[in-house]
């Protein structure tokens, strides 16, 4: 197994303690073999001179922050439901999949994770593997409410236990991928501030931990769909918003930044769940973007 994300395999696998491990561990080993080389955590750096070099331990703690956020480590959470959206979230990273008939500004994540699953051969549950067109079998919630505790909803349950490591790696090659593309997105006269923001936050596991998961939380604001009122909300949108301060650490300048990119999201959104409920809780998220402690940061 690949030593870095071995290691967040195994955080991730202990966080679903009420799991079968054996299984779970059984289930990424041969998927994540050679993993450092091949996206880049050793040795290659597909974004130019931006990179994500990492230590075993650092990735340990953002594997375990990623999938805190999204999922509290609670098994029923890899496939569920929000109130007030049109659709289901799954997996440790809650990846978007939208039913037949919905198709919502949101960039849609799911389908491309279970590509990705099926590249890496993985044995995905032969009714998801078959479904034919591949949208959410369920029309809203209340449907699929009503089948919960189905024997579909189960194993999809355990599929997405069982393959933590892959659905990280996915969220990391997003979020690499997602940088060179946000650079050439913006004007001339601000990449070279952008990436030189960009280079520092890439710097450091806190500052990783913050573009993976902002990537990963709210996109990379590089779809004209992903706007309400013309203002995106993704990760470009919160770089460009970062006013320089060179008595402000970077990653502060970052929090503050995406904080008001979703503060304006949330008074912009016609739905008025986003400001009244989902708000406060994305402003707390945002709160968790700092370095970890010195053991962390210096882990060999």
Known sequence: MSRAFGLLCLVTVV??????????SESVDGATD???????????NPFGEISLALKPAQLDWIGQKIFQNECAGQFQCLVHWNDGEAFPSLG???FIWYP???NERF?????ALVEYMKQRQLNIPSWLRELEPFNAPWADKASFDAVENSVNVAELREFLAGTQGIQAEFIVRRAKTSFAKIVESVPEDQKTRLKADLEVLSSTPGGIYALIDYVNFKGEGLSDAERYDGEGWGLRQVLLAMEPNPDIATLARFRAAA???LTRRAENAVNPI???????GWLRRLETYRQPDGEISSAE
């Open 15 to 24: 966080m679903l303690s009420g799991c079968n491990s054996e299984k779970k």
């Open 259 to 261: 904080a008001k990119v």
């Open 34 to 44: 050679g993993l450092d080389k091949e996206i880049g955590l050793a040795t290659e």
């Open 100 to 102: 037949e008939g919905v």
């Open 107 to 111: 960039v849609e994540s799911f389908p």
């Open 274 to 280: 986003e400001k009244n409920r989902w708000l406060k």
């Open 92 to 94: 440790i990273g809650h």
